[in-house]
């Protein structure tokens, strides 16, 4: 009888789609074979796997939607000036706000700074924290969070 995969925590799923995202803007490799060797791990048809693959087709499939939301809070920063971490972590950010509406927008702050510390540049963290919060007041004048329940919206 084979043994339970261990569990994995949603900040290590996080990680793990961070580095498959990066992966792919780098090698411009298919999402599919990301998924098969940064996600071999986690055990597919669980809600682990569930949340990364849909997190990895948000990020991929809507960046021309995600981009804009971080672009318009971009003050004295070109686009392309930006470590690939940080906007990996900005367009996750994004993604969670507007298509997870289960995960509360504190939550989504808070890991993408975490990981951001561990990942990326010692500013990082501070200039991710404004941009994902200028998106998120920006998203809630608009109207566009579908997020609801304690702790979701405040």
């Keep these: 009888m084979m043994a339970e995969p261990e569990?994995?925590?949603r900040r290590e799923l996080r990680v793990k789609v961070m580095q498959a995202l990066y992966a792919h803007e780098l090698s411009g490799d298919p999402i599919s074979h990301l998924?098969?060797?940064?996600?071999?791990d986690v055990r597919e048809a669980t809600p682990d796997y569930e949340y990364a693959?849909?997190?990895?087709?948000?990020?991929?499939?809507?960046?021309?939607?995600?981009?804009?939301?971080?672009?318009?809070?971009?003050?004295?920063?070109?686009?392309?000036?930006?470590?690939?971490?940080?906007?990996?972590l900005l367009k996750m950010g994004t993604a969670e706000f507007l298509h997870f509406p289960e995960i509360p927008p504190k939550v989504t702050i808070n890991e993408m700074l975490d990981i951001a510390r561990a990942y990326s540049t010692d500013q990082?963290?501070?200039f991710?924290?404004?941009?994902l919060d200028a998106v998120l007041d920006d998203m809630k004048k608009q109207k566009v969070l579908e997020k609801s329940g304690r702790g979701l919206i405040g």
């Design 7 to 9: 569990k994995i925590t």
């Design 124 to 126: 990082s963290n501070k």
């Design 128 to 131: 991710i924290n404004g941009i």
């Design 35 to 40: 998924r098969e060797t940064i996600l071999a």
């Design 53 to 88: 693959a849909r997190m990895l087709n948000a990020v991929i499939t809507r960046s021309e939607t995600l981009t804009p939301w971080v672009e318009r809070h971009l003050k004295n920063w070109d686009l392309a000036r930006i470590a690939v971490i940080d906007m990996v």
